[in-house]
């Protein structure tokens, strides 16, 4: 017989044929002559319909125990689905005990619940669409760069610079019995990248449109719905830039793409989020996807916070950092579509950022984007290409030896260039309108938690 995906069994193409399917039990009705079994492999949302004569009831056959089904592919009588599997055969693979198993075939379990079950999740319909969306995502945004003249850069995971200066480094040793005295294994402190950009910023030189997605790591303090210990970033840098547009045209066309690859390849998996997980949210994703995002600059944002009823529980004032607060409302000022803020307060920005050369509100060519339930989903900038400003700002902050190399970069060959980072989690949030950021991922890293 031929073995098949429960995919494959169910678009109908081999109707007649003697067939093998292999899954997890999803759901089992024992009636008097009939036994009816749903039987899922992850392939797609949908489960295969089993039909067997009663005499092959098996007490083992239980929800979430793993079988074999061989027999004939049918077209069903019934309206719920095209194809149904006659069992012949059915062969328990792997034992499930129910009464043990967190999961029960008739509860609709919160994401939060079944959150407790890292290794046991992906059983679950809510979490294995999440899978499925963000390998499509993973595979959207890849064709995107692919088809616009990027070159995918494996950068480092290993790395001995903080490229955004803001401390939240894990270190990395070695560790066991060998290495017992060698403390210093690198003869620099190295660390878990927090984001690829620099090394980035080296293969720009030389490849003008180049792009990396990693995982990235920050020791994060805080216990939030959008932060991680360890996060999937998608990261570009591109040369010969004339403006901050050429970044934003860059990730306003990634996101509309992968959004777009997503509703298309993914629909019955992204409609169980959009209807069951945060109805509504499908009409936020269409609005989104209508018109182009805004833009507007720091200083817009802080009249448009200043002069709102709302009360924040951080105050704004120009050179104020924007908290999560105060980009929900920007979002919702803005109709509630992603919307580009630029120009930030030069003091704000780390050493690597453009400037401005304005004042007396001092400046540098930054720019985040913004969206629906999230907040922050890119940050990015043009990069100070000119070796005086470069070079006076690393030394004011006594890291001029550290980035020699960096400044190299402007010695041999400096063009304007610039790059962004896209948080690949929120992005899978803002899209399905997922609360917390731990259900987006398959083995979530945070404060206090790595089971396993
Ligand atoms: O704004 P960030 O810190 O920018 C950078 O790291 C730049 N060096 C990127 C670049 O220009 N190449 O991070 C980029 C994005 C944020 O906008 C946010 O979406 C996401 O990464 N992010 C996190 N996502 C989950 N958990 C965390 N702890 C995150 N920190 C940042
Ligand atoms: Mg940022």
Same mark, same amino acid.
């Given at each position: 017989e031929k073995r098949l995906r429960v995919s494959e069994a169910l678009s109908g193409t081999d109707l007649g044929t003697n067939v093998k399917v292999q899954g997890w039990v999803r759901s089992v009705r024992p009636q008097k002559t009939n036994l009816f079994l749903h039987v899922n492999d992850g392939s797609s949302l949908q489960s295969l319909q089993v039909v067997a004569g009663s005499?092959?009831?098996? %007490?083992?056959?239980?929800?979430?125990s793993a079988v074999e089904v061989t027999g004939i592919l049918k077209k069903s %009588?019934?309206?719920?689905?095209?194809v149904e599997l006659e069992a012949e055969q059915i062969h328990v693979v792997g034992k499930c005990n129910p009464l043990d198993f967190p999961f029960k075939i008739k509860d609709r379990h919160s994401l939060e619940y079944i959150r407790q079950f890292p290794h046991l999740r992906c059983r679950t319909n809510a979490f294995s669409s999440l899978l499925r969306i963000r390998s499509e995502a993973t595979a959207a945004i890849h064709s995107y760069f692919k088809e616009n003249g990027f070159l995918q850069i494996h950068t480092p995971i290993i790395t001995s610079n903080d490229c955004e200066g803001a401390g939240e480094l894990f270190q990395v040793e070695p560790s066991g019995p060998e290495h017992e005295e060698d403390e210093n294994y690198f003869s620099v402190p190295a660390f878990l990248t927090v984001s690829g950009q620099l090394h980035l910023e080296v293969m720009s030189g030389a490849f003008s449109r180049v792009y990396t997605f990693g995982p990235t790591f920050r020791a994060e303090n805080s216990q939030s719905r959008r932060h991680l210990a360890e996060f999937y970033m998608v990261e570009a840098e591109v040369s010969f830039?004339?403006?901050?547009e050429d970044l934003t045209k860059v990730m306003e066309g990634m996101f509309r793409s992968a959004t777009e690859h997503v509703l298309a390849r993914c629909a019955e998996d992204v409609d169980l989020f959009h209807k069951?997980?945060? %109805?509504?949210?499908r009409g936020t994703v269409e609005a989104m996807m209508k018109r182009r995002f805004p833009v507007i600059t720091y200083s817009e944002a802080i009249d448009i916070l200043n002069s709102s009823s709302e009360t924040f529980v951080f105050p704004t004032t120009w050179g104020c950092d924007l908290q999560t607060e105060h980009e929900k409302y920007l979002v919702k000022h803005c109709g509630n579509t992603p919307v580009f803020v630029t120009d930030y307060p030069y003091d704000l920005k780390p050493f690597y950022a453009r400037d401005n050369l304005d004042g007396p509100k001092h400046t540098a060519a930054a720019v985040d984007l913004l969206v629906p339930g999230?907040?922050?989903l890119c940050g990015g900038s043009l990069r100070e290409e000119r070796l005086d400003l470069l070079s006076a700002r690393l030394e004011a902050v006594g890291l001029e030896e550290t980035y020699s190399w960096y400044l190299d970069l402007r010695r041999f060959g400096s063009v304007p260039h610039g790059g962004f980072g896209l948080g690949f989690d929120r992005f899978l949030q803002c899209v399905l309108g997922v609360d917390n950021i731990k259900d987006v991922i398959p083995f979530p890293r945070f404060s206090h938690s790595c089971p396993l």
């Open positions: 005499e092959l009831n098996d %007490p083992s056959l239980t929800f979430g %009588p019934r309206q719920t689905q095209p830039t004339q403006s901050l069951h997980v945060t %109805p509504g949210h999230v907040g922050e």
